[in-house]
């Protein structure tokens, strides 16, 4: 079997490869988690501030699902991980699980890095009506954990960033002290681009919503057939990634590098 | 955008096609969530009943994840669609969202069959040592999640016998019913066995581990590569259905037609 690719930084060492390798694995779990989330169609009483009937709670449905499941994840010690983020941090339950030390790369600042309300502010109001059906069939709670499943993969990849700046930084600190600390944005925001670079992933995300999304068929003789239909449009995916994935990522690593000398 | 193919059967009828085509979507979501699974190692603690530390839970670890995160699924009305059959139905909180009268197609005797005992013993047992890699990388909560995935994706499917049988016994109630009056399970399992069907249906398994499963890849002129690795080694997928999934789907559809005349 293939060895598989860690997704965590955890108990290993990061490095550049070891960054860009993750960020590529990462691209598989987005790309899976729209394509689950386009089974469903828009279901859009779950979005609805004045619908919600969760006691307690004044948010729409899928908020209500998705504190509540943040709850239950804080508690198994998911936001110990340096490379999560919930959406919700505000009043939740601390981690049962023993302490684990995670390899301390980050500079501690980092931790108060969390860009989640445009992560969730771009999905439902930008991204979601891109590529599911309109319609509601009823499947609400299912819906809402296919929301959850896609907004934890796109938080995970955006805030990646921290750990891309941190392997630049260390990689070439001379490069970045400058703009640091004349608190240039702009200067770092080129420092962190690379056109070409970009171009090529945004081209493989393409590729990968083509290939995961793909109707695989195989005839009684074994020969796989393919009928050419995509299950979220590829260059939805493209677009995910061009117009907020990658310039979502940079504001992480800007700000992230910003608070790098303190 | 391709149509999304409806994975649940409220508010639409249910036909031989309209099963066959969710049976044949849910592989995809299977192999999806085997693939996403496969991202962390064995993380051998949270199966361990002897270091939960979840206040109030005597199982796992992940036992305590899951009846957590099902407690919430349920709030959000996730049972209350028939094709959903939770693994821990001893006191789940009642659903909040307002009833939604899915299409009765169903005998009523249909909602008491629940082999999810089953399941999470295969799942947890036989599966999962045949597709990770061993190992702790100490991403408990996020592994729990994705076991959770695997394990719901999997009793989705397993349990959707029941509309496979109605539509079958429907269609032809005659073939089935002096089985069914003398109660021999073995006549309906015969009954419900194509082998020529169940070869195809390994086949395409396999093929969709191999398709969502490769390493894709483009160079800078946008030519496609592959490295012919799997992050799930394909004949383990084709194991999975030919061992355990239809076999126990059979299962759920021989009990389904036991009570089909009560």
Chains 1, 2 share one sequence.
């Not at 684990?100 to 108060?112: E, I, K």
Request: aromatic fraction near 10%; charge should be negative.
């Amino acid at each position: 079997m293939t060895t598989p690719v860690a997704s965590c930084v955890s108990d290993s060492v990061v490095t550049l490869d070891s960054v860009r390798e993750s960020l590529v694995r990462q691209e598989d779990t987005i790309v899976f988690s729209l394509i689950e989330r386009a089974k469903f169609p828009t279901n859009a009483p779950i979005y609805d501030h004045s619908l919600n009937s969760f006691p307690g709670f004044s948010g729409s449905f899928v908020e209500s699902v998705v504190r509540e499941t943040e709850a239950v994840q804080a508690k198994a010690g998911r936001y110990e991980n340096p490379e999560e983020n919930p959406f919700f941090p505000d009043n939740l339950p601390p981690s049962l699980v023993p302490h684990r030390n995670y390899t301390q790369f980050l500079h501690p600042a980092g931790a108060s890095i969390n860009i989640n309300k445009k992560v969730w502010d771009m999905y439902f109001t930008q991204l979601l009506p891109l590529f599911v059906a309109p319609g509601d069939d009823g499947n609400y709670a299912a819906t809402a954990s296919s929301d959850l499943g896609c907004l934890q993969a796109l938080s995970r990849r955006i805030h990646y960033g921290k750990f891309v700046a941190e392997v630049k930084y260390r990689d070439a600190p001379h490069d970045y002290e400058p703009a640091i600390r004349s608190k240039d944005r702009d200067a770092l925001m080129n420092l962190l681009t690379f056109k070409s670079v970009e171009d090529i992933v945004k081209m493989r995300v393409e590729k990968k919503a083509m290939t995961f999304g793909q109707e695989v068929n195989v005839n009684a003789n074994g020969t796989s057939t393919t009928n050419g239909n995509y299950k979220v449009d590829p260059p939805i995916v493209g677009r995910l990634y061009e117009e907020w994935v990658m310039p979502l990522t940079k504001l992480v690593q800007v700000e992230y590098l910003l608070r790098r000398l303190d």
